[in-house]
Structure formats: structure tokens, C-alpha cells
Antibody, heavy 121, light 109 residues
Framework: EVQLVESGGGLVQPGGSLRLSCAAS????????MNWVRQAPGKGLEWVSY????????YYADSVKGRFTISRDNAKNSLYLQMNSLRDEDTAVYYC??????????????WGRGTLVTVSS | SYVLTQPPSVSVAPGQTARITCGGN??????VHWYQQKPGQAPVLVVY???DRPSGIPERFSGSNSGNTATLTISRVEAGDEADYYC????????????FGGGTKLTVL
């Protein structure tokens, strides 16, 4: 079955760190770019970060640049998000999403179910 | 930075047509993608590259994009279409980033 499964969420204090993982199965993980997208409680979708299939290209949203690090291990079919210096406003469900290159830009054709990160003292 | 503007809510009776707009500066020059998200679930791609449908998405879902407005059209709306809908583009004009619209809550009356 083609799927993405996130893990690693939980409760963390402001200023703390957390590492999210996303396990891919059912497709050739190394052929696809990957993304993290988050959704604060009751709010809309916010893109967090992008990594190309070979890890050669990485982008971040301004809101997380310098604090979050995206990485992947194609041998383990896994995507990661290292989150440092966490703030209250980072509280959200974090989704990993597979990127697919369309005519002119990428879209997200496969999503995981998400993992909840709560930043609170 | 590039901004996508969606109406917060759209209401439509069953069997009617719902149109959800996504406004952006010269959005017609970009590829627009649309996602459906039901409560407690992950988003699902319903339209990509302005007007194409992934396999498994009903033909009732269609899209268009021109000028400063992209539109997701849902024909013969059903109760099961009630959800939040988000438009998305890739903004390469300044710093590379993905941009989502604020989302539109579709209510089936």
C-alpha cells in the first residue's frame, strides 16, 4: 500500500527540540521530492519545508528558517524534520507530503495522516 | 511574498454548483492546485495544474485559471463534498516557497 506515516510528535516546552519522522512505503521514495506542511489548531495549511529527491535542494518557510532542518534517508525510505528552539506558534499537526512535478510546479499527491506537536509550558 | 486570497465560506444547496475562488496577482501565469480536507483528515488533492483531476476524483470537480483568479468548480454538489478547500501555488518569484490560500469552508445546505 502506498502510504506515508508520521511519528515523533508530542508535548514539548518552549525552547525545546523535537524530531519528526515520516516513513514511506509502497513507492520508490528516492524518486520523489518531499515536504512538511503544518496546520495549527483550527487554522489553514502552512507549508514548512521542501527537500528534493537527492537532498541537493532544500527550502524553508521564513517562519522556521534557522530553527528547523529537513533531511531524508533514501536507504531507509524516511523523511525527517529536526525542530529546535520551538515556540508556542509551532503548535500544529505536521504532515509529510510527497511532491510531484506538474506542468509548471509541484503539487502534493500523497499525504500522511499527520503527527501533533504541542509546544507549551 | 505572494498571497492567495480565498473566501472564508461558500454555501450551496445539494445538486447545485459551487464555485470557490482563489485570487492572486497574475495567478493565471502559475499552475494552481486544489486540496479537499474533511474534519480530522489529511488533505486530498482534487485538482492539479489548474484543471486536471487525479484518478479517483469525480468529474464533478473541475478547475480554471485566468488573469488574477483561479476557480474550483464542484457540479451537482453532494453532502459528502462538505469540507475545507485550499488552493496552492509554487512561488519562485523571490525565494522559492509553496503558498496556500487561507481555505474555504464549503457548506452544503
Amino acid at each position: 500500500e502506498v502510504q506515508l506515516v508520521e511519528s515523533g510528535g508530542g508535548l514539548v516546552q518552549p525552547g525545546g527540540s523535537l524530531r519528526l519522522s515520516c516513513a514511506a512505503s509502497g513507492f520508490t521514495f528516492s524518486s520523489y521530492s518531499m515536504n512538511w506542511v503544518r496546520q495549527a489548531p483550527g487554522k489553514g495549511l502552512e507549508w514548512v519545508s521542501y527537500i528534493s529527491s537527492s537532498s541537493s535542494t532544500i527550502y524553508y518557510a521564513d517562519s522556521v528558517k534557522g530553527r528547523f532542518t529537513i533531511s531524508r534517508d533514501n536507504a531507509k525510505n524516511s523523511l525527517y524534520l529536526q525542530m529546535n528552539s520551538l515556540r508556542d506558534e509551532d503548535t500544529a499537526v505536521y504532515y509529510c507530503a510527497r511532491g510531484f512535478l506538474g506542468v509548471a510546479s509541484e503539487y502534493f499527491d500523497l499525504w500522511g495522516r499527520g503527527t501533533l506537536v504541542t509546544v507549551s509550558s | 511574498s505572494y498571497v492567495l486570497t480565498q473566501p472564508p465560506s461558500v454555501s450551496v444547496a445539494p445538486g447545485q454548483t459551487a464555485r470557490i475562488t482563489c485570487g492572486g496577482n497574475n495567478i493565471g501565469s502559475k499552475s494552481v492546485h486544489w486540496y479537499q480536507q474533511k474534519p480530522g483528515q489529511a488533505p486530498v488533492l482534487v485538482v492539479y495544474d489548474d484543471s486536471d483531476r487525479p484518478s479517483g476524483i469525480p468529474e464533478r470537480f473541475s478547475g480554471s485559471n485566468s488573469g488574477n483568479t483561479a476557480t474550483l468548480t464542484i457540479s451537482r454538489v453532494e453532502a459528502g463534498d462538505e469540507a475545507d478547500y485550499y488552493c496552492q501555488v509554487w512561488d519562485s518569484s523571490s525565494d522559492h516557497r509553496v503558498v496556500f490560500g487561507g481555505g474555504t469552508k464549503l457548506t452544503v445546505l
